[in-house]
């Protein structure tokens, strides 16, 4: 069973700041299969990224996705009042079918 | 636009069956590469997915609560259900149903409202 760890668990920084979260998978994925979403308090999880570097509809190019086979990041380049949230990494696949990493909160510092 | 919401009881005993309801529009759940699933988080917690029904009826579980999960579809209704059997108070978390579309790409796209199942005597 596929596991995905995120790092570090809470980004404390400043807005204007540079966030880089990190998300490592137990076994290779294929970066097709690997997306990124946002979660902010009472909300569902909306659709950052997919096939672990394409930005959804309507996400402003200051996110970004990169990485391949273990190791994937989200990096968000300038942080807006907005960006403070959650953040979870998923893979589709590998049994089970989707998993999501544990979430990693960027707060404001 | 695609839109869903979560439907069902609030509140459930211990050892009840719940039985959630993800009614949908914007979409065919009879159109070839979709699907709907669903998605728990417990309170302050993480996501965790647990099943997801495809447009040609195939079935995925979680490996983890196969035994207590039935999903099936209702096309003419658009509408999905999901049933867990033995629910307890670690099943308490807010229930969310979620479009995939795997034409398009390998992830839930568009998300319901969420809906928070108390587990409780």
Not at chain 2, 55 to 65: G, N, V
């Amino acid at each position: 069973e596929i596991v995905l760890t995120q790092s570090p668990g809470t980004l404390s920084l400043s807005p204007g700041e540079r966030a880089t979260l990190s998300c490592r998978a137990s076994q290779s994925v294929d970066s097709t299969y690997l997306a990124w979403y946002q979660q902010k308090p009472g909300q569902a999880p909306s659709l950052l990224i997919y096939g672990a570097s394409s930005r959804a509809t309507g996400i402003p190019d200051r996110f970004s996705g990169s990485g391949s086979g273990t190791e994937f990041t989200l990096t968000i380049s300038r942080l807006e009042p907005e960006d403070f949230a959650v953040y979870y990494c998923q893979q589709y696949g590998r049994s089970p079918l989707f998993t999501f990493g544990q979430g990693a909160r960027v707060e404001i510092k | 636009q695609i839109t869903l919401k979560e439907s069902g009881p609030t509140l459930v005993k211990p050892t009840q069956t719940l039985t959630l309801t993800c009614t949908f529009s914007g979409f065919s759940l009879s159109t070839g590469g979709v699907g709907v699933g669903w998605i728990r988080q417990p309170p302050g917690k993480a996501l965790e997915w647990l099943a997801l029904i495809y447009w040609d009826d195939d079935k995925r579980y979680s490996p983890s609560l196969k035994s207590r999960l039935t999903i099936t579809k209702d096309t003419s209704k658009n509408q999905v259900v999901l049933t867990m059997t033995n629910m307890g108070p670690v099943d308490t978390a807010t229930y969310y149903c979620a479009h995939s579309d795997i034409l398009s790409g390998y992830y839930m796209g568009h998300w319901g409202q969420g809906m928070l199942i108390t587990v409780s005597s």
